[in-house]
């Protein structure tokens, strides 16, 4: 069964309980219950950050091919300088840089696009959902209630929400997907990159494009693997480093996919309003022994002392 936000509005109207209870069961019939089904030809980027350097190239590109708003706030309105993801940057270069070395390294940062991502599994309208076909995860309007669960869920704190807005976006990279459509060949950000540090192409090509490079280059790369290959179930996005994947800000996750977690926390949250039932039993079973007990203490008072005076 699909729920609409048109739907869950119309719902939300109703005043009462059963209102309240039938929301939640739809939106729990509503809600995925299995894990994404893998892409047919999933698509993706691999970015190595010994070949970037740090000319924000593909920053400057992404806003434009995505007609977001400059987010000059750190330049008091002169100059396109975001310091992180937010809800007018899809795309970022950023740098690390030891407090007790000379070693630093830039890094790119937009969407993963998990093979089985949490924001989508998470979403309750599914309002964020992955392509099939290319395995693009991608955000539609029409479905979103601006929940923000998607935030939340996410280990790699991609989703960023337009606080500032009338009618909110959530903003994340969607991998230019407008573009492809178009008959595009790449994404804004691989298609200006002057010296190749990020590429895209089909998930499997990049990552024997990727240990190609580790075999060719011994003791180059961290711990000479593929950041992405088994994180969170595999992602589409891909990286190489010569530094510590976590001192770039990418988190240490288990191989196993998000989602099952994600489905666990949804359901116990909205299936059949459980979560609010048992805070609502719970609290109504310590406000009557209270009252309970208020009228014992009452009773014995005035049994000591004669009826209390009139007011």
């Not at 069964?1 to 009462?16: I, V």
């Not at 999933?42 to 950050?49: K, R, T």
């Not at 989703?159 to 997907?177: A, G, H, Q, Y």
Request: charged share 25%.
């Amino acid at each position: 069964m699909k729920l609409t936000r048109r739907d869950a509005l119309r719902s939300a109207l109703g005043l009462g309980t059963g209102a309240a209870v039938a929301l939640g069961a739809q939106i729990a019939t509503a809600s995925p219950k299995e894990s994404t089904p893998a892409a047919q030809a999933p698509v993706g980027l691999l970015y190595d950050a010994t070949r970037c350097i740090g000319c924000k190239a593909c920053v400057i590109n992404c806003q434009q091919a995505n007609g977001l708003e400059a987010d000059t706030g750190e330049s008091g309105g002169l100059h396109l300088m975001p310091t992180d993801l937010s809800c007018k940057t899809k795309n970022i270069i950023k740098l690390y840089q030891s407090p007790d070395s000379e070693e630093h390294s830039f890094v790119k940062r937009q969407c993963m696009h998990c093979a089985e991502p949490a924001c989508a599994s998470g979403c309750p309208f599914h309002a964020l959902e992955k392509d099939p076909v290319t395995g693009i995860v991608g955000w539609d309007g029409a479905k979103c209630i601006g929940c923000r669960y998607c935030e939340i869920v996410c280990p790699f704190e991609i989703p960023k929400f337009e606080w500032d807005k009338f009618n909110p976006k959530v903003v994340k990279c969607e991998l230019c997907r407008h573009l492809l459509k178009d008959g595009k060949e790449q994404p804004a950000c691989t298609a200006c990159c002057p010296t190749g540090a990020v590429i895209f192409g089909r998930r499997e090509d990049l990552l024997a494009d990727a240990h190609g490079r580790i075999d060719t280059n011994p003791g180059k790369y961290f711990e000479e693997r593929v950041y992405g290959e088994h994180e969170a179930g595999g992602t589409q996005v891909l990286y190489l480093s010569a530094v510590s994947f976590q001192k770039l800000g990418l988190p240490k996750l288990e191989t196993q996919s998000l989602p099952e977690y994600a489905n666990r926390y949804h359901r116990l949250l909205y299936q059949w309003m459980a979560l609010p039932a048992a805070v609502y039993v719970g609290m109504a079973a310590v406000i009557q022994r209270r009252f309970k007990k208020h009228d014992e203490e009452a009773k014995a008072i005035e049994e000591a002392g004669g009826p209390r005076d009139q007011l």
